[in-house]
């Protein structure tokens, strides 16, 4: 079983050609449900009072939700806004609202998880949370700019006890001080992660391993709408794939990359999860076959 | 045999480590000279009374430079300057000096060259140049936002009179006026390119051919320490390997882009020309091994 913790939200989001208001969001349902794909997924999360139950009823067809608080209170909200290249976003408002004061507990059931991903969160919530599982065999975090500017020193304790950390390009450069990307990678695994993958959005990833480099080409896509929880989608289905396979060598590492990059290509054609939700049985192998023929030369 | 066409020039570098004042540049001196590691390679550009005689010394060694004039004057002269990143390059100085009344004649042994490549130039001399080739079996063209900004609607024309057309993400996106690589593509290929290849930096490319599009990742380096011709490189290796095999089948030009790649990659972990001058034999084939290794799942 996987488990993922980390933020559940309403999303407003602010494309060129639509703006969609208090939609379900949040890093680690975009984790899960991507996760979902490929093994039973528990979720920790906290929702507010006002939390719509059409997203309860849609979190709870895909995941175990017996760790989802449900508290007095506001769900968190985030407000972000596309330019015209979906390229950058900034961010207009951020409503911590149930988030501020969340205790988070993991279900017992959920113990016995031997795969763990912290989605982007709180980095001391998560280093308490992650010595809570008794059997991981392999936990994976990410974490934003938020975090680095506010808790840089957590940040880096949080990556030493996780054995791989998944972030964006520009954060990893933002964390390490570093330009280059290997530069980047490097000090992190000083720090202590095993692995590093770092996303770069349509450009795909690179994955670093001691002294393997596995870089991969996204999956091009010419009708991309809105890449919210794109990097997201990404993690969670990689953690999902090596949680199902149950091993985490290197050769499961590469092709759950493979996953995330298919993943986080479905997330990208539609506005929100629905990219997601409309995943039908055999869509993932068949744009992972495309995308082999793809790049083979 | 493969004609090159377009710059020969002096630079002046700046980069965050070191100033290079008046070494020897252009994109043609950088895609010929990558080109000549697959196959005899001429080169058609003009240079000044000023043009250094070691400099001289090195076209020859690598070229034939039947086709360069020395006419009286200054040699071209470009003066730029990289951010931190090495991933921004502002322009201080261009000084086109000779080239700026060049009639280029194409010697008469050149007129049977089944490969031109048009490195990037004034489209106008571009397009009165591929006439008087008679046995072209493909040429390609790049261009810079320079001829976008000042002549579009010729280098539109000169696009609908080659085969490919190498360019630049950016300038793709400028040149089209479309935000998606794969829209900017298209748009291309309606006005008459029959292969279009995007460059983007150290996350590699994408080529487009009819409806097959093929991403290759970057060759991840961790020091880089000039960028400049690591793009006319990559068009240099890419049609000096499509001239050694005598043939553009889709196979090839996917190959051919990957050699592209590596020679882009040479071309940057070393300052000017250092990078390509310092190949040896046998350095290409072993950096296409590791590629291949890096990139497999």
New interface residues.
Partial sequence: MLTVFGSTALDTIRTPKKKLTNVLGGAATFAAISASNFVDTGLIAVVGKDFPKRYHDILSKYLDIRGLSIEKGKTFRYDGSYD???STRSTLKTELNVLEDFNPKVPEVYKNSQFVYLANNDPEQNISLIKEFDKVKFSMCDTIDFWISTKRDSVIKMIKMVDAVVINDEEAKFLTKE?????CA?KMMQWGAKYVIIK?G???S?MFYDDV??????F?????VDPTGAGDSFAGAMIGYLANKKSTNL?NI??A??YGNVLGSFAVENYGLKGLLKIKKGDIAKRIKIYEK????
Avoid at 213 to 218: C, D, L, R, S, V
Avoid at 220 to 224: K, Q, R
Avoid at 294 to 297: H, Q, S, T
């Fill in positions: 015209n290249t979906l330009f280059n990307l290997i530069k490097k770069k349509e450009h795909g690179l480099i596995f870089p991969t080409a996204g091009s896509l010419e009708d991309v050769s590469k092709k990359i493979v793809m790049i083979r030369f």
